[in-house]
Structure formats: C-alpha cells, structure tokens
C-alpha cells in the first residue's frame, strides 16, 4: 500500500489532506498527517481564540476554488448573520475547515486509510529510494511520499549587535502566542516592531481587551497596511509586462498605471489587484538578482498595497492613533536595553542620523515569520538542509521546487518523494500565503501525488 505523509496541520497541510481524502484512487493507499500541535489547532493564523477577523471577504475564502463561496453558504446554514464583502472571524473559519476536515474522514472511500498524529518529526532521511521519517519521540517508519506543509516559522530577531535583551521576558519574540495577552497588564507601554498585519490584529486584540497604556509602532517606514475596499477595476495592462526581465522595467511600468489611475479617479488597490491573476507569471519571469532587487527596493510598497486589512481593523487603528495612545515611529532599531523595569529602545529617525530613544514595558517582535530557512532554529529544517534533502530557494524566501511542489533535490532535478506546499514556495510563485492560492496548490498537489498510485 502507498503512503503519503505530510507534515504539518495549517491550512495548507490540512487542505492537502482534504483533496486527498476527496480523491477517487483505484488502489489502496495511506494518508498520514503530523503536526507537533494539537487537533484543534490550524497553525498560526487560525489558531488564535481573539476575535481576529479574516482578511480576506468571507465569498472568497471557501476551501474549494470551483466553490470560493463555500464558506459563506457554511456560514448561512449555521444562522451566521453574513454577507458578501463582510469579514468572519479567523477562529470560526478555523472551524469550517475543521469540520469539513471531518466530514471528509468520515465519508471517504473504504480503499483510503488515514492517520493523524501528534509529534514532532526531527529528520527525514532517503533510504532504498524511500524516505524515512523520524520523531522527537524516536520513532520512525518507511513511507513513500512527504509533503513539508511546514507554514510560518517564528520570526526572526532584529539584527542589532547586543542580543543580550532576548534573554528579557518584556521581549516577545512569538507574536502569535495564544498566550501573548495572558502576562500584558493594562497600563504596559507595548513596543511593535513593524506596522504589517500582526501589529494590527495585536493593536486591535488589546483594543477590545480595554488596554489603557501607550502603543508604539515602528518600522523602517512607519506605513500601515491599506484598508480592503471596493473599487472600480483597473483594466489589465499584463501585456505591457509580459515577458519582462528587469524589476525596473516592471517598476516603472506600474508606477506609470498607478500615476494614470490617479488621474482618472482609480483606486491604487485596483491597479494591483488587476495584476493578481499574472503575479505569479511575472515574478517567476524575473531571474534571481532582479528578484532581489524588489525585495529590497519594492516590497514593502508592494505588500502596502496588496496586504490589506479588513474596515473593522482599519477602524480600531484610527480610533488609537487619533486618539494618541498608538505613536506611529519610523526608524531602524540601533539596540534595545534591558534595564530593571523596561527595555529601552534607540533608533535612527528615517531620513536623520540622529538617534533617538523610546520606553516600554513589553516589546512585541511583529517583522513577520523567518523564510531565510538556514536562519530558521528548527530541528527538521536544520537536519534537511544538511542533510541536503531540501536547499533554499534562489532569493531565500522558502524551499528551492518547482512550482507544483516538487522539492529540488542537490543536483538539481525534481525529486519524486519530496514536495512543498503553501508559504515554503514563495520564493518560487510569489504568491503563496492567502487561502485563494494555497487552496489550488492543494488540489493540484493532491492529483499529482496520486497520479501513479
């Protein structure tokens, strides 16, 4: 009997799992899924009990791509009062997909086998052409094919020279705790590092818990996120891009829509959003240096854009900077301090040389998760890259494969045992993160995993 393992129970490896289950297969076969954490969890994202909501509509988030309004019809059934264009909690998509995950084990087909398991896999190892998966617990077993669905590691700590303030338990290095609010008092002065997503939904979490004392936000730009809105399409200009090799050029030619659409009354949202369909097609176009070259020049306009919140966020973030008790800062952190009661932080003013200097009670790490995975302090990881089993992608932003998963083996052709699904492929198709694309990815992956069993 064949087997499949996959590692990881986010979204994405629990979405694989689904399609899989779902699959019409003339022999027998085995799915296991591992996940260090407990089955009520769903990784980072969904795991959280805050009311953080979906930044995505609720249309648009069903686990099926023929059906993206799946999750709204699932919403309505349970007397959820939803519409389209309006933005559920994360924690009850957590249990959509859960219940549709059980739903599907349930009514599988009989030549279908499935195993989950809680652990923590520590090493994978090729033996006789078949991988062998090993467990903290020192257990092992032979199976056929893996699948890293290994999600959002933790982020990375700021490069500054004294590391000696990572030891201070005012230091948060995990943002997506879900204990992160349990030790906070309501007068503490928190410290963001980075104005993304989590700071917002963070900011927001201690908004609705009545938190009194300051927030602070810095970034090397100091600029939020912008607010999902509705706008008028922008028309396709993909042609104007097609085939282009140089960032650049592509720079350039999207500033000019972005000049163009302010002219004639578009929304800049819209300008990006009619690229979305050919992200994927343009940034794989691009060779390595000129991806970089995004990366440090781009990206986080870019993700200013295309990375957006829901109203009710945009709403609660307003209230706390007019009000005064959330300070927006927009620097490079120099060195934090720990002293007896605070952790001081020094930074260099944008456009200064100057440094200055801020207080707080608690520092919370928000730059987003590690994807350089030969900085990522991960058993498995640290095992697969020198075991070179896996190696980084070009623009070290997740796992070198192609775009349908395929782990790239050392010599450089596309293993058989090995695949990646979800956040591990962005450096390769850009566009991994939201649930629209890692939904795909898992209906594809799922077919190509079965096509010879």
Not at 356 to 362: M, R
Not at 390 to 400: E, K, Y
Request: net charge positive.
């Amino acid at each position: 009997m064949r087997e499949i393992t996959i590692i990881g129970a986010g979204l994405s490896g629990t979405l694989l799992a689904i399609n899989l289950l779902r699959q019409e297969s003339k022999n027998n076969f085995k799915i296991k899924l591992i996940d260090r954490n407990n089955k009520n969890e769903l990784g980072p994202a969904y795991s959280t009990n805050e009311d953080y909501l979906l930044n995505v509509p609720t249309e648009k988030m069903g686990a099926f791509s023929i059906e993206p309004e799946h999750f709204l019809k699932w919403s309505l059934k349970r007397k959820i009062d939803v519409k389209e264009g309006d933005y559920l909690r994360r924690k009850l998509y957590r249990e959509y997909i859960q219940e549709l995950f059980q739903n599907t084990i349930n009514n599988r087909h009989n030549n279908i086998l499935f195993e989950r398991i809680e652990g923590e896999v520590v090493d994978i190892k090729i033996f006789n052409d078949r991988p062998v998966v090993f467990m903290s617990n020192g257990n092992e077993f032979v199976t056929d094919k893996v699948v890293l669905a290994l999600g959002n590691a933790p982020p990375g700590n700021p490069e500054i020279k004294n590391q000696f303030f990572l030891e201070s338990k005012r230091y948060i290095q995990n943002p997506w705790d879900t204990q992160i609010f349990k030790n906070i008092l309501p007068e503490d002065t928190i410290l963001f590092i980075g104005t993304g997503q989590t700071t917002v939904d963070l900011a927001t979490g201690l908004f609705k818990r009545n938190h009194r004392g300051k927030m602070i936000s810095i970034s090397r730009r100091g600029i939020f996120c912008l607010v999902q809105k509705k706008v008028e399409p922008y028309p396709s200009f993909y042609d104007e891009l097609k085939g282009i090799k140089d960032f650049l050029s592509v720079f350039r030619i999207v500033r000019k829509h972005l000049r163009i659409a302010e002219e004639n009354g578009f929304d800049p949202r819209a300008v990006i959003d009619s690229l979305r369909p050919h992200t994927k097609l343009i940034w794989m176009n691009l060779p390595p240096e000129e991806k970089k070259r995004f990366l440090r020049h781009a990206f986080r306009y870019w993700e200013i854009i295309r990375s957006r919140i829901p109203p009710a966020s945009d709403e609660i973030m307003n209230k706390l900077k007019t009000s005064g008790q959330m300070k927006i800062l927009s620097g490079r952190i120099t060195e934090i301090i720990s002293t007896q009661n605070k952790l001081e932080i020094k930074y260099t003013e944008r456009g200064t040389t100057g440094e200055k200097s801020v207080s707080a009670d608690i520092v919370i790490n928000c730059i987003g998760p590690c994807q350089d995975y030969e900085q990522i302090d991960q058993p498995l990881i640290k095992n697969l890259l020198n075991n070179n089993i896996i190696q980084c992608d070009p623009v070290h932003l997740g796992i070198n494969a192609l775009p349908e998963g395929n782990v790239i083996q050392k010599d450089g052709t596309p293993s058989k045992m090995l695949y990646t699904i979800g956040l591990p492929l962005k450096g390769i198709v850009w566009e991994s993160l939201a649930a629209p694309e890692i939904r795909f990815e898992a209906e594809e992956l799922s077919k190509i995993l079965l096509a010879d069993n």
